[in-house]
């Protein structure tokens, strides 16, 4: 893929699709990791005297305007990071999008309303998707694909697009594809892996692909109580895909079988209920009461999962250990976070719900490797996929 440098972009208008989907409370951002990282791309082009018109998603509106997934609160906060104003286009490729167009100079920036608004950017009909990419591209002289967190999307804005226009990867996803490839080329050993979250069904395909490649795997958040069910043994309330109770046995076995240390809970958090001010004790994992649902791992099982990552060389996190969003349940994932920090290890943190978690406890994010924007992007990498996004960018042909 080329980079930012080998396009030039002076008096040159640079559409840059990057990755903005940050959690709102109302119009409050309540996390800013998203739109921090893909400063520095955008300030590149802005300093080379780009005429920069920034375009991303946020949330999922369906192909039509709602105002609950405005970007407006967005562009306020880009504007307040990079020190200069964002002109905010309320559609995509409109009317205000034209007249915002019209109006910018060289080195100012304007972000278009969320793309989802339109149908075309997620339509599964080749022609119009097409279509609205035609438009899409029209608004621009250059592409910049830097929205990482998308490029598993076959989406107008994604895959169509770099394709109408000559183009270049952005800094953020040259810099994910870098770490990635750390992680699956040559890792350095031990290589362990910690997934979490609340579903196995989310990460079957990578679980599949990393058994052929890790040392260790660890197992905690709602993921885990599948495995243990997968076992034999009683998980209450918690959280559990009975349907996928025989690719977890399958796990199981091949983890067996290659030798690879496969590692889950000891003990657990056994709540009474899903709340923040739920009563809970800690119980063995294997006897979890019929009435208690397991929200977090126990103090026994972060000792243990904090010993297994103490040699480690390489450490890919995705997922949290427990609900990490109530205090009382976050103590799992903050054990983890903090077992990576205290190692020597390249540490890589896969975005999304484990990366808000870092930062909702207060964590120094430059005490991991590296923290990835892409959760999905980062996982479907991982499963050795082609992701659409990342095809595009690599192929150097423009349609005519």
């Known amino acids: 893929m080329r980079g930012l440098d080998e396009l030039d972009v002076k008096g040159r208008r640079v559409l840059v699709r990057a990755d903005l989907n940050v959690p709102l409370d109302g119009e409050t951002i309540t996390d800013d990791g998203r739109i921090r990282a893909s400063v520095p791309t955008i300030r590149n082009?802005?300093?080379?005297?780009?005429?920069?018109?920034?375009?991303?998603?946020?949330?999922?509106?369906?192909?039509?305007?709602?105002?609950?997934?405005?970007?407006?609160?967005?562009?306020?906060?880009l504007a307040e990071l990079l020190g200069e104003p964002v002109d905010f286009a309320t559609d995509v490729v409109g009317e205000s999008a034209?007249?915002?167009?019209?109006?910018?100079?060289?080195?100012?920036?304007?972000?278009?309303?969320?793309?989802?608004?339109?149908?075309?950017?997620?339509?599964?009909?080749d022609a119009e998707r097409a279509l609205f990419a035609g438009k899409l591209a029209a608004l621009a002289d250059l592409y910049v694909g830097d929205g990482f967190g998308a490029v598993h999307r076959r989406h107008a804005s994604v895959y169509n697009v770099p394709r109408l226009l000559p183009h270049a990867a952005g800094g953020l996803v040259l810099a994910e594809v870098e770490v990635l490839k750390k992680l699956t080329e040559d890792p350095a050993r031990p290589y362990v892996v910690v997934l979490g979250g609340a579903k196995v069904s989310d990460k079957l395909g990578v679980i599949a692909n990393l058994l052929t490649k890790v040392d260790r795997l660890l197992i905690g958040g709602?993921?885990?109580?599948?495995?243990?069910?997968?076992?034999?043994?009683?998980?209450?309330?918690?959280?559990?895909?009975?349907?996928?109770?025989?690719?977890?046995?399958?796990f199981l076995d091949e983890a067996a079988a290659r030798?690879?240390?496969?590692?889950?809970?000891?003990d657990v958090l056994a709540a009474d209920g899903f709340a923040p001010d739920a009563a809970f004790e800690v119980v063995d994992a294997t006897a979890i009461p019929a009435d208690k649902e397991g929200l977090d791992i126990g103090p026994r099982t972060r000792e243990l999962f904090a010993s297994k990552l103490a040699d480690a060389r390489t450490v890919f996190w995705n997922g949290p250990m427990g609900v990490f969003e109530f205090d009382a349940f976050a103590g799992g994932t903050r054990a983890v976070a903090e077992a990576l920090i205290a190692s020597d290890a390249f540490t890589v943190v896969g975005g999304g719900d484990s990366a808000a978690a870092v930062r909702k406890l207060g964590l120094p994010e430059d005490g991991f490797s590296h923290i990835s924007t892409g959760g999905g992007a980062s996982l479907e990498y991982l499963e050795g996929k082609t992701l659409p996004g990342l095809a595009a960018l690599e192929d150097d042909h423009v349609e005519s």
């Open 45 to 77: 082009l802005v300093d080379r005297g780009a005429m920069v018109i920034v375009c991303a998603h946020l949330g999922r509106p369906k192909g039509s305007p709602n105002p609950k997934f405005s970007l407006a609160p967005v562009a306020k906060r």
């Open 98 to 125: 034209q007249a915002t167009m019209a109006g910018l100079r060289d080195g100012q920036v304007a972000l278009l309303e969320n793309l989802r608004f339109e149908p075309g950017e997620e339509s599964k009909d």
């Open 222 to 250: 709602g993921m885990a109580y599948t495995f243990l069910k997968a076992q034999g043994h009683e998980v209450g309330n918690s959280l559990l895909q009975e349907e996928k109770l025989g690719d977890v046995r399958g």
């Open 259 to 266: 030798g690879v240390d496969l590692v889950l809970p000891v």
